[in-house]
């Protein structure tokens, strides 16, 4: 039991968890079960059955379902959870008792997306097709919540502060690093698709950047790298200017939006899903330094010439907020901090891997 | 005034041109005239980068880690640098090693379409919070779309700075400028260039680079490097000097350092001999030269003949076995004409 990511979810389902009730004693099914998403939603439904008596059964399928009883054994051991090793792109059938299904099977790891982007059109494109064309068959589904990506809006214009979900355009089609914000793309456009042609009640949501527990340091975003360069001591290393804007949501919120986008999200909408409030990823590299005892050097390393290239990533979240009551309840610093007191108790898979399968 | 990034590859491009032989001795005392010129980074290994010693492309005289020791015993505020290609560098072999040794920068080099395979050590460098950079070597036999999508997986694993390798020294300045300015234009890293001097171009193709936007340059003390040799160091820094660009070295000071390399360290200076043109014009590794011109002698075939074969054939870096098979093969067709005639 992971008493960090406990107490996040006691605490964000205080007073709170009644705007989950359409969950109550039903069949959840997440793909892409054992990742980031996944095994939050697992540690949150697990919340709820054990304090809020919810009496959820939850499904977390994935490639490897085992993976799951390496970073989380408590839950892997749940009898309220079951893993089931399934690769959506060959997708057959799904548990016939599932009523509410988060499609969530996909790697964020923009250095897969780079080395193989047929991979990573194949696992979303035709992963969606399939568990859509396999949930048609469902008797008694009510809901699918579609993870989709921030990053179908392409680039935010800089001088817009945050981003809407009817915003669209940036994204060049044209360039193999695309393949997974365009793949995103045609997975709502499938989701569409199914809707209209087969009724299916499919509610996207839009992710946008998060620090926490479970997410890999070794990840090539700025905050982890930020985290991980001070928890090794130092110097914090910014590349370019350190004037990019970015925002944070902590996963326990995340995982608290995501099930109540499932209960409560309107099929047909897409719902950003993130931390409205932007930082400059200079003022980010400050904050976190600040969050070490020790001082910790701070290194800006701009080796342009031209004006800095500054880029912006903050969603427009007022849609989720005015319509679904939603909020943050962890801010950044609190974020940063539980994020590192949780990597400074918890080995992470990463850590743990073995030296000799690196070549 | 624009900054440009200097990184001297003296003691590894170097190594290629004494067949591998640079001594402790030689390794600290150009690292203490690099230090003492300001020179931002130092890179130094085996000419084809860590691990590589071997009977195939050369055995080291000084092991990787002996190098790595002395210069980093002489360098203080210059950064040490190392370079590595995956296959012959592993990360538990020789990557975590150097990195326990102390050094500072590391760059992953591969051939120009296949970034794939610098993924592991790109990260690795990376998680150890190392400045990494990656490099694509022969980039004369890419387009600059074809670079684009490289760099762009290399940005993706975590490089902070790309460099283009014009290893054979065929480039020209037009197909410099091209390519620099659709990176910069593509990347949201620095992008960086490092010459060859095979057609007398290293020089005018580093200054192009630096005009189209490439903020990281190469050279090294008198060339000294594979083949005709890279770009020289000490004119490049007196050059940019001249011209709009800032690099922080002592212009005095790393013409001292160019000196000392002559008299303690250089073997010969470099040259453009014939063979260094054919290989340009051919579009082969400079690093080749004396593998074909061993071979040329042994099976008394025209090295030129050697080049434009090798060339034909499009071979990159770690095929030099091909030559022996090429040469062996000429050897034969030469006997046959001759006969025939």
Sequence with gaps: MNDIVRQDCESVLAGRYGLLEELRGQCLLVTGGTGFFGTWLAEMVACLNDFHGFQCRLVLMARRPQLLRDKAPHLAGRPDIVLAGQDVRTLIELPPETTYMVHAAASPDSRLHASDPLQAIDVIVNGANSVFAAATRLPGLKKILLVSSGLVYGTQPWEMTNIPESCFGGVDCSAAISAYAESKRMAETIAAAYRTQHRLPITAVRPFAFIGPYQLMDRPWAINNFIRDALRGGPIRILGDGASIRSYMYPGDMAFWLLRFLAAGVPGRSYNLGNPQGISLRDLAVKIAGCFPRQVEIECRCLTNEVARRSRLVPDVSLAANTLGLGLTVDLEAAIRRTILWNQSVKTPAQTEPADDRV | ?341
Excluded: W
Excluded at chain 2, 25 to 48: L, T
Excluded at chain 2, 105 to 111: E, L
Excluded at chain 2, 278 to 283: E, I
């Design chain 2, 1 to 341: 005034m624009k900054k440009i990034l200097i990184s001297d590859p003296t003691l590894r491009d170097g190594s290629h041109a004494v067949k591998h032989q640079l001594s402790a001795e030689q390794v600290a005392a150009y690292s203490r005239a690099a230090e003492d010129a300001g020179i931002p980074i130092v890179e130094v290994g085996h000419g084809n980068g860590l691990g590589a010693s071997s009977l195939q492309v050369g055995v080291s005289l000084t092991e990787d880690s002996l190098m790595l020791k002395t210069a980093r015993q002489n360098l203080k505020k210059s950064k040490l640098g190392i370079f590595i290609i995956p296959g012959f560098a592993t990360i538990n072999k020789d990557l975590r090693p150097a990195l326990e040794l102390g050094a500072d920068v590391v760059r992953v080099a591969c051939h120009c379409t296949e970034a794939d395979t610098t993924q592991r050590h790109i990260s690795f460098a990376r998680e150890q919070g190392k400045e990494v950079y990656g490099v694509l070597m022969m980039s004369h036999m890419a387009s600059p779309e074809t670079l684009v999508d490289e760099c762009r997986k290399m940005e993706s694993y975590g490089a902070e700075g790309v460099i283009l390798m014009d290893s054979a020294g065929a480039s020209l300045p037009d197909g410099v400028a091209e390519k620099i300015k659709r990176l910069v234009d593509s990347l949201g890293i620095p992008v960086g260039f490092h010459a060859h001097n095979n057609l007398g171009m290293a020089v005018v193709n580093s200054l192009t680079a630096a005009r189209a936007g490439a903020t990281i340059l190469d050279g090294t003390a008198r060339g000294f490097g594979a083949g005709a040799g890279n770009t020289q160091l000490e004119v490049l820094v007196a050059v940019l000097g001249k011209m709009e660009f800032e690099t922080g070295i002592d212009l005095y000071k790393m013409l001292d350092a160019a000196d000392m390399a002559e008299k303690s360290i250089l073997p010969f200076i470099p040259a453009i001999r014939s063979t260094s043109i054919v290989s340009g014009l051919a579009g082969v590794f400079s690093g080749f030269a004396r593998h074909v011109e061993r071979a040329s002698a042994e099976y008394k075939v025209d090295p030129r003949d050697i080049f434009f074969e090798l060339g034909r054939r499009r071979a990159v870096a770690g095929q030099e076995d091909m030559i022996i098979e090429i040469a062996a093969n000429l050897a034969v067709k030469n006997k046959a004409g001759s006969r025939n005639g």
